[in-house]
């Protein structure tokens, strides 16, 4: 089993950056990739990026290119989330996730999630 836990969310007004991180815990030797996903209310949960736990191979959604930037730290089991240039559109709880397998179309194991809100 893997643990997540998420922080680092809160308010900012439109323009501004937040740092999300998130730390894993257990066995985390098992996990392939990391990733952040989303959900705004009313929407479903959308990917944001994720990055392979050895490598560090990144990618992101078009949404958010430019302005995120995901890494990781393996001393410290930490993936890093920076959201620069935030915007009203997003607003959601953002959530860590694990997966296993690159084979995998699902992510095993999830956070609690954490509340990101930008004002306008």
């Known amino acids: 089993q893997v643990q997540l836990v998420e922080s680092g969310g809160g308010l900012v007004q439109a323009g501004g950056s937040l740092r999300l991180s998130c730390a894993a815990s257990?066995?985390?030797?098992?996990?392939?990739?990391m990733g952040w996903f989303r959900q705004a209310p009313g929407k479903e949960r959308e990917f944001v990026a994720a990055?392979?736990?050895?490598?560090?191979?990144?990618s992101y959604a078009d949404s958010v290119k430019g302005r995120f930037t995901i890494s990781g730290d393996n001393a410290k089991n930490t993936v890093y989330l920076q959201m620069n240039s935030l915007k009203p559109e997003d607003t959601a709880v953002y959530y860590c996730?694990?997966?296993?397998?690159?084979?995998?179309?699902?992510?095993?194991?999830w956070g609690q999630g954490t509340q990101v809100t930008v004002s306008s």
């Open positions: 996730a694990a997966r296993r397998y690159n084979y995998a179309k699902t992510y095993d194991y």
């Open positions: 257990g066995r985390t030797f098992s996990i392939y990739d």
């Open positions: 990055i392979t736990w050895s490598g560090g191979r990144t």
